[in-house]
């Protein structure tokens, strides 16, 4: 089995910054695509930030320039900092990865979420 840990939500003014990181443990033998989601009371969960094994990143265009996705493959980990923080960044964080446990075959898993909640 294999769990995400999310940490770093908070409260932040408008404007602001916080740091959220997603630690990936239990049976890893290599992880594909990591990601961060975020749902928002009364909205469907969105994908926000996407990056791959390599590097490469993807972002919503409601927070291109603002949010930053980087990994560390050796810590399994994923960090997603943001900055220029809106109310309306408001909502639930989750982190996501496809992961391999050995079997070549890739399974997907999130984490139990962590919010983050902009005053304005």
């Known amino acids: 089995q294999v769990q995400l840990v999310e940490f770093g939500g908070g409260l932040v003014q408008a404007g602001g ?8 443990s239990g049976s890893i033998f290599s992880i594909g695509v990591m990601a961060w989601y975020r ?3 009364g909205k469907q ?5 996407r990056i791959t094994s390599r590097g490469s990143t ?9 949010f930053t ?6 810590k399994n980990t994923v960090v997603l900092q943001m900055n220029s923080l ?3 960044d408001t909502a639930g964080y989750y982190c996501n990865a496809d992961v391999d446990s050995g079997s070549k075959r890739l399974v997907n898993y999130w984490g139990q979420g962590t919010q983050v909640t902009v005053s304005s």
Request: proline share 6%; hydrophobic share 35%; with cysteine.
């Open 17 to 24: 910054s916080l740091r959220l990181s997603c630690a990936a």
């Open 39 to 41: 749902q928002a009371p």
């Open 45 to 49: 969960r969105e994908l926000i930030a």
């Open 58 to 66: 993807n972002y919503a265009d409601s927070v291109k320039g603002r």
């Open 69 to 74: 996705i980087s990994r560390d493959n050796a």
């Open 86 to 88: 809106k109310p309306e």
